[in-house]
């Protein structure tokens, strides 16, 4: 199916695109707000707050505002809103989900006539849970009159291994003074990060619905935040130490950082095997990842290193969570199902064997018949 979807219509809507508020922020205007949808280890407030001091607009300026919504806080964000309309400057609602009343009342209608005499430099920014984890849905002029933004990982240990690896950039790799040790201990932290993440598509055993617990027994939250942790730890630990602290890595990253979301002792002996077979010494010599892909050379610079990960990076199989080839049989199975249930969902809705179309061009010509005679 992605092989046919990039052959019809292009392999950008196959791709999927790293969570980028600068970007989405050129598409904005005074009456059009950014919504972003809350996903784990998205720090919405650290990323508009970044913005804002590359452009500045800042707290310390008065010319950014946050609030956090919740009880008794709804007249304090309408006023920062109003100001910042009137005068100029960014203001941020966090968690309007919490104020449902509030946010499906006021807000709404504010949003209506946002452009309304809104100044030049002034912008909105609202985040929330998504919609089905909520108990009441969000306005839905809301969103329509919004950019949504989430920052959900990709699906495939490739793009997930990417998008890990870009969390870090060449001026956070060439901050350690053992450059060389430090980069290819981020480059093995990203893809336990990435098989992490995507070893749950072959089954959560407490997934509502679940037939097979083959990828996790339970499901956990495992962000680019814990990525990013251990990223500064293993930095801190590699300029403290004249020897790679393996032992105390292995440690941090399986029983604080990673571990610290893993409740159930089956899964957490998986990472800790994960971590002893891809942190150790054998690590700096060149190790193979999984068959016939190896690390790269901690010689490559950040972006090289992207790179290599586009042109030598397999198929990825289940050799590459170290499972059998059979254990994708029941997730193919699963996405097949998926698929066929999802065609059938778009397929035009019959009513005693005829079409809605044409069951509505039966009706019109029956009206229209008497005044035609």
């Given amino acids: 199916m992605k092989k046919f979807v990039t052959n019809m219509i292009g ?39 970044q913005l804002g001091s590359k452009l500045g607009f800042t707290s310390d300026a008065g010319r950014y505002v946050s609030v956090s919504l919740g009880q008794g806080q709804e007249s304090i964000a309408m006023n920062a809103l109003t100001n910042a309309h009137k005068n100029g400057g960014w203001v941020l609602l966090q968690n309007v989900h ?85 980069r290819t201990i981020i480059f093995a932290l990203c893809y336990f990060h990435a098989a992490l993440l995507e070893r749950k598509k072959f089954g959560v055993g407490n997934l509502p619905g679940a037939t097979s617990g083959i990828g996790w027994n339970m499901n956990y939250p495992f962000n680019t935040g814990d990525l990013l942790c251990c990223g500064q730890c293993t930095a801190n630990y590699l300029e403290n130490n004249v020897k790679v602290p393996w032992d105390d890595l292995r440690y941090i990253f399986g029983e604080i950082m990673y571990g610290g979301h893993i409740v159930e002792d089956w899964d957490r002996r998986l990472a800790n095997a994960y971590l002893f077979k891809y942190f150790n010494e054998t690590l700096m010599e060149g190790m193979e990842m999984f068959p016939a892909f190896m690390a790269p050379s901690n010689s490559l610079n950040h972006k090289q290193v992207l790179e290599y990960i586009d042109e030598n990076m397999p198929p990825e199989t289940p050799l590459a969570f170290g499972l059998h080839p059979n254990a994708e ?45």
């Fill in 11 to 49: 392999a950008k809507y196959v791709t999927s695109q790293p969570y980028d508020l600068e970007r989405s922020f050129q598409d904005s205007a005074p009456g059009i707000p950014i919504f972003v949808f809350l996903s784990p280890g998205v720090d919405v407030a650290a990323s508009v707050e």
């Fill in 98 to 182: 919490l104020t449902i009343d509030w946010t499906s009342g006021p807000l709404e209608k504010r949003v209506d006539k946002l452009s309304e005499g809104a100044h030049s430099d002034f912008r909105l920014f609202l985040s929330a849970e998504p919609p089905p984890a909520l108990e009441r849905p969000l306005p839905i002029s809301l969103l329509q009159n919004s950019i949504k933004l989430t920052n959900e990982p990709p699906e495939g240990l490739r793009p997930n291994l990417r998008r890990a690896y870009s969390q870090f950039n060449e001026e956070i790799l060439e901050s350690c003074a053992k450059q060389a040790e430090f």
């Fill in 329 to 373: 049989i029941g997730f193919k199975l699963r996405e097949a199902e998926t698929f066929c249930n999802s065609l059938v969902q778009l397929q035009p809705r019959e009513s005693g064997g005829v079409c809605p179309f044409h069951y509505a061009i039966s009706i019109l010509a029956a009206i229209c018949s008497p005044q035609c005679a």
